[in-house]
């Protein structure tokens, strides 16, 4: 588990294909390494990876066909950018949300404009995850804890502080951007709580999902 505070920006410095997925290795210098072993937990642009080598100020970290296909990671290329932070421990100041560093699919930056000394971003996020969204709830990007501002269908806008662009990669984004997003991890359990007993029915059937009908007859609705 993370949470979603940058503690620094590294880059990627090689990308390995290796039996069809991916090496990554992380140049970490700005990161405190020295508490970190073979086998922790380190967050990359918001997804959760195991270090599986370390040599001085780098790590490395295998990525899966899976991990490629539902983040950015495979976008990137030699030099570019990258959140760090590892993983949280209990004396770890929760200042941002529980992220679990599972990400849940790629937004899209739609358009950015100063605002005084922040920055508004408005982002799409895919449509399976617009419900999940909601006015000043929480989000993470790219690994970023952050609040939203306001929503409209799969829209949603940020403002992001002075602080936040200089210690993160947002600084860099533009109309276009591809971004790691994760919802809040409540509400995804909770949409499942909600189910109660019809969680365990097939996907395929239309009770497999929370629907109006199904609050009204749990008493969510009056």
Do not use: W
């Not at 072993?37 to 370390?54: P, Q």
């Not at 949280?88 to 100063?114: A, K, P």
């Not at 982002?123 to 804890?145: E, W």
């Not at 239309?206 to 009056?222: S, Y």
């Amino acid at each position: 588990m993370f949470t979603g505070i940058i503690q620094a920006v590294g880059s990627i410095a090689d990308m390995r294909q290796q039996g069809g997925d991916m090496r990554l290795i992380i140049e970490a210098e700005k990161l405190d390494m020295s508490d970190v072993a073979l086998g922790d937990s380190i967050a990359v642009n918001g997804v959760c990876l195991t270090a599986v080598e370390l040599v001085g100020s780098r790590f490395a970290a295998d990525v899966s066909t899976e991990t490629l296909s539902l983040t950015s990671l495979g976008q990137l290329s030699n030099g570019h950018s990258v959140n760090l932070e590892k993983a949280l421990t209990l004396s770890t100041r929760l200042g941002g949300h529980l992220v679990s560093g599972h990400v849940d699919g790629l937004g899209e930056v739609i358009s950015r404009h100063d605002d005084a000394r922040s920055v508004r971003f408005t982002l799409r996020a895919p449509d399976q995850l617009a419900k999940y969204i909601s006015a000043k709830g929480s989000v993470c990007i790219d690994g970023t804890s952050l609040t939203v501002n306001k929503v409209d269908g799969a829209l949603f806008e940020l403002n992001i502080v002075p602080h936040t662009l200089q210690e993160t990669i947002m600084g860099q984004y533009q109309g276009g951007s591809k971004v790691n997003l994760e919802v809040d991890v409540i509400a995804r359990y909770l949409e499942r709580l909600l189910l109660g007993d019809k969680a365990a029915e097939s996907a395929q059937s239309p009770a497999g999902d929370v629907t109006m009908a199904l609050l009204a007859e749990n008493g969510f609705l009056k």
